[in-house]
Nanobody
Framework: QVQLLESGGGSVQAGGSLRLICTAS???????MAWFRQAPGKEREGVAA????????YYADSVKGRFTISHDNAKTTTYLQMTDLKPEDSAMYYC??????????????????????WGQGTQVTVSS
């Protein structure tokens, strides 16, 4: 069972930056690491994902050019660098892990139901 622990959330003003950190244990067999977010009253949405063995990255259109996902294999840690933050980025951010190696196809990376393990979340609040 993969265990995930997020950190790095906080409150910033619009235009600011934050770096989210997801520390994983028992990661053997995991192919994809991702960040999702969920704002009050909204569905959970995929923000970014990385196919960890190839380093291929995937992003939601709303964050392209502003967010960067990366993964350190040695530390089994996944990062989400967020820049030029906007109030609409405010949400609880969750780290997720998937064994499914086919998520690169057809936008599968953004489907929350295809992930096997989840962290408890870290709150990001962006004020205007």
């Amino acid at each position: 069972q993969v265990q995930l622990l997020e950190s790095g959330g906080g409150s910033v003003q619009a235009g600011g930056s934050l770096r989210l950190i997801c520390t994983a244990s028992n990661i053997r067999g995991t192919n994809f690491m991702a960040w999702f977010r969920q704002a009050p009253g909204k569905e959970r949405e995929g923000v970014a994902a990385i196919y960890i063995y190839y380093g291929t990255t995937y992003y939601a259109d709303s964050v392209k050019g502003r967010f960067t996902i990366s993964h350190d294999n040695a530390k089994t840690t996944t990062y989400l660098q967020m820049t030029d933050l906007k109030p609409e980025d405010s949400a609880m951010y969750y780290c997720a892990a998937a064994r499914d190696g086919t998520l690169w196809s057809g936008g599968g990376w953004s489907v929350s139901g295809r992930y096997n393990s989840w962290g408890q979340g870290t709150q990001v609040t962006v004020s205007s």
